[in-house]
T-cell receptor
């Protein structure tokens, strides 16, 4: 089983739609979780951290389910500019160890007019 | 701030050639990383450094070498290039204090093809 697993998609949605992605992780001791966004042929950029209680940033909501070992990202009112690949990132250690960041392969989202 | 810069943007190598991928950051970050990203795969850590003069292997170090003589620069060296090293290479640096201490900042990447 991969350490961090994502549905590669693509998810094709119309503008204004709500879309959600999940990401599962295998290490139950994982402590820190993030969503990064990667535009086509560009570098990854931090979208948001994922907190235990769930957190929201504008149209984006991230949640953590420790019991089932997954995190989710919900995007409301999708915009054309949301088209990108969304990378799930997990840090398995209790303290950030420098080689511990584990990246999922990404979920591709295309928002159509 | 320019952030993290990488050169070259693209390169084609022949099997057995060598090259150095350059990475520079102007944010005074101590921690720097090299990743490779293959199509349909997550980023894999090649090498990392926690400060000038200190480097360590990541998940996929074979075929690569690094050095860190200054805080700003973290070059990645490929010796005897092989087709399996065809990939996109990203350099990153990390904040180590404050509320965003986990965030990694990535350079624009180097697309390398080995033929």
């Amino acid at each position: 089983r991969k350490e961090v697993e994502q549905d590669p998609g693509p998810f094709n949605v119309p503008e204004g739609a709500t879309v959600a992605f999940n990401c599962t992780y295998s290490n139950s001791a994982s402590q820190s979780f993030f969503w990064y966004r990667q535009d086509c042929r560009k570098e990854p950029k931090l979208l948001m951290s994922v907190y235990s209680s769930g957190n929201e940033d504008g149209r984006f909501t991230a949640q953590l389910n420790r019991a089932s070992q997954y995190i989710s990202l919900l995007i409301r009112d999708s915009k054309l500019s949301d088209s990108a690949t969304y990378l799930c990132v997990v840090i398995p250690a209790t303290q950030y160890n420098n080689n511990d960041m584990r990246f999922g392969a990404g979920t591709r989202l295309t928002v159509k007019p | 701030n320019a952030g993290v810069t990488q050169t070259p943007k693209f390169r084609i190598l022949k099997i057995g050639q060598s090259m150095t991928l350059q990475c520079t950051q102007d944010m005074n970050h101590n921690y720097m990383y090299w990743y490779r990203q293959d199509p349909g795969m997550g980023l894999k850590l090649i090498y990392y450094s926690v400060g000038a003069g200190i480097t360590d292997k990541g998940e996929v170090p074979n075929g690569y070498n690094v050095s860190r003589s200054t805080t700003e620069d973290f070059p990645l060296r490929l010796e005897l290039a092989a087709p399996s090293q065809t990939s996109v290479y990203f350099c990153a640096s990390r904040i180590t204090e404050g509320t965003s201490y986990n965030e990694q900042f990535f350079g624009p990447g180097t697309r390398l093809t080995v033929l």
